[in-house]
């Protein structure tokens, strides 16, 4: 069982040895670099791993597939990028990757004013800046310092009302224009869940009309010159090329008209991102048909074929493609604290000398369960739980009996999955889904999976070792908040099986891979539940090294981000131990040093085994 890693792994991940190890240098294995981190113990909670050989990777790609089809087609305009920083804002992440572009002259993207902000203080110098989204006088002025500080930058009008602002502000400001470029409302709508960002009734972009407007508005204020770029998006994770193409011929028009129509300065088309990420860990639901060399082909060849017919130079070509470069660089990974079924064993079964009479049916069913009778049995058996569940309602048998019952299926199932496991039948995955384990992993789905939760995302997951064992588990994922949203149920279309593991035992982690776009900035506080301990993780040819260990926050902290008044928590914990009558001053002492370390302490859970090592 591979868990589709040829599929989503993208090369990034093999197996060896029944590990999942990192294809690069001396390939290390994730949990070898997972017991390093947790080495000294204090780390115990969800780790998300960061690995920037995979930001270069991306960034290497995108680059050589555009110069790749440049040179095919003969295609004589430049190409560059830039990082949208919404996809992923976090410091580890984005001062690597500023530095890993800086000599292809990559980028930054920016659509707040926050964002704006990280970007001038973080970009290469020359490399370009685009901004987009809805603007406010304040945040146009921010576009002018930027330019004022040498910044290459472009600011993307979404409105007629900002580019009245930019001329208004280009009068009182200090000679220093920034680029203007202008964000086209193609007919052609926009995909999938994200068709809000492209087509005719997207919330963004100037209608043609609008357009030309534009240009006259811009001439007035002799800043024709400084229209240089327009710009799209048709909407992220872009899963079929067709749409894309559709609006790459309309923009591609736009482009031909705006330049035959004196607009001399304009020389670019900015494709916004969209590139998709394969998420799938199934090949039946793939959930991209292209690549990205056929994506960079298709871009120039088609942009080449207009500007011929049109008779004008061919475009400039921009993208600001984030999930696909961040998505692969991040995996969080996660202890499993507990099976459900574990309590069920054969020591705990407590029969009677007279048991009821199906009860005694189940434990024969139990005792002669075999490869050839497993599937009838197993229905047989759950059959059976569910007339003595009724039983018990009505009182007809006691608790006892009712243990006897739940620890039996319970067994009957762990044998008859193993017995079957080698067919695939449809009938084997629906006995599968009636019999699913439930693993409690210590993670919050809120925190760092939500878009499973938001839109119905999935993310390729597996254990990180015993691979080189069948995993016989149909396995729901259930997370530590008290949501019962939080889980990842079973489903046959995508089936997860894992290890029937005894984690006071040994441990057993999950990795949830492509984590690195989008999750982490969107990821809720549930219950209180934050970011996760993070760590970059270097590979060369000889080892690995770790940096950048932040330890998910302290509870402190976390109640300091609502606002709490700390010092009023501490003091009104501290006074109503001091003034309990049930404990003696030693124990007061003793309780007040607990409570100071659990303030200081994240609030993930410690796994049973490492309660029980101490
Ligand atoms: C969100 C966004 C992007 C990035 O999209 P991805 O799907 O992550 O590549 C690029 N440009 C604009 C304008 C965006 O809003």
Redesign the pocket.
């Known amino acids: 069982m591979d868990y589709g890693i040829k599929t989503w792994g993208n090369d990034n991940f093999f197996i060896e040895d029944g590990k999942v190890k990192v294809n690069t240098g001396c390939e290390p294995s994730l949990i070898e670099i997972v017991e390093e981190i947790r080495k000294d113990g204090s780390i115990r909670g969800p780790i998300l791993l960061r690995f920037p050989h995979l930001i270069q990777k991306q960034i290497r790609m995108i680059y050589k597939s555009f110069t790749d089809a440049k040179k095919e087609y003969n295609y004589d305009g430049n190409f560059s990028a830039v990082y ?1 920083l ?2 992923n804002q976090f410091p580890n992440f984005v001062k690597n990757l500023v530095n890993l572009g800086k000599k292809y002259n990559y980028g930054l ?1 920016a ?1 707040s004013k926050a964002e704006l902000m990280l970007a001038m203080a973080f970009n290469n110098p020359n490399a370009p800046i ?1 901004v ?2 809805f603007k406010d006088n304040e945040m146009i002025s921010l576009g002018f310092i930027a330019s004022e500080m040498g910044h290459n930058i472009t600011l ?1 009008i979404e409105g007629l009302n900002e580019l009245e602002s930019i001329i208004e502000i280009a009068k009182n400001r200090f000679g220093s224009v920034p680029n203007i470029g202008l ?1 086209i409302r193609l007919h052609s709508s926009g995909v999938g869940i ?1 068709a809000k ?1 492209g087509g005719i009734n997207s919330k ?1 972009g100037l209608t043609s009309t609008e357009l030309l407007e534009a240009v006259t508005m811009l001439k007035d204020a002799k800043l024709l010159d400084k229209f240089t770029m327009i ?1 799209f ?1 048709i ?4 899963t079929d090329i067709a749409p894309l193409k559709k609006a790459l011929r309309e923009a591609g028009n736009i482009y031909a008209e705006l330049s035959k129509m004196g607009a001399t300065s304009l020389r670019a088309i ?1 494709l ?5 990420i394969e998420y799938s860990q199934h090949t039946k639901t793939l959930h991209k048909n292209y690549t990205l060399n056929e994506y960079a082909n298709d871009v120039v060849y088609l942009l080449k074929d207009i500007a011929t017919q049109k008779k004008v130079k061919v475009p400039d070509i921009f ?8 998505a692969s660089h991040a995996v969080l990974v996660a202890p499993v604290l507990e099976l459900f079924s574990q309590e069920y064993t054969d020591q705990k079964l407590r029969l009677k000398d007279k048991n009821p009479p199906l009860v005694q049916e189940l434990y024969d069913l139990y005792k002669t369960i075999n490869k050839k009778n497993a599937s009838e049995f197993l229905h047989d058996s759950i059959d059976h739980m569910e007339s003595l569940l009724t039983l018990f309602d009505l009182g007809y048998i006691d608790l006892q009996d009712r243990s006897n019952t739940e620890i039996l299926v319970n067994l009957l199932i762990k044998k008859a999955v193993g017995l079957l496991s080698d067919k695939k039948s449809t009938e084997v995955l629906d006995i599968q889904e009636r019999v699913q384990e439930r693993y409690l992993v210590n993670f919050s789905l809120f925190q760092s999976l939500p878009d499973f939760w938001g839109i119905d995302q999935t993310f390729p997951v597996m254990p990180l070792d015993r691979l080189d064992e069948v995993p016989t588990r149909s396995a729901s994922l259930w997370d530590i908040t008290c949501d019962s949203d939080g889980e990842i149920e079973f489903n046959t279309e995508s089936p997860l099986f894992l290890h029937d593991v005894d984690v006071e035992k040994r441990d057993y982690f999950l990795g949830f891979f492509l984590v690195g ?2 999750q982490e900035v969107l990821g809720m506080k549930h219950n209180l539940f934050t970011h996760p301990t993070e760590a970059t993780v270097i590979i060369d040819n000889d080892d690995f090294e770790i940096t950048n260990v932040l330890e998910s926050q302290s509870v402190v902290d976390i109640l300091e981000d609502l606002d709490y008044d700390i010092k009023e928590v501490q003091e009104t914990l501290t006074s109503k131990i001091e003034d309990s009558d049930l404990i003696d001053d030693k124990a007061k002492k003793h309780i007040l040093g607990e409570i100071y370390l659990f303030l200081n302490d994240n609030g993930y859970l410690k796994t049973i085994k490492s309660e029980r090592d101490k």
């Open positions: 949208p919404k996809v993207e659509g685009t987009n989204g993307t964000r994200w960002s963004f710009h998006h909407g992220s994770q872009i900015n916004g991102g969209g590139l998709a993208i600001e493609s984030g999930r696909f470069v961040a776009a989008y």
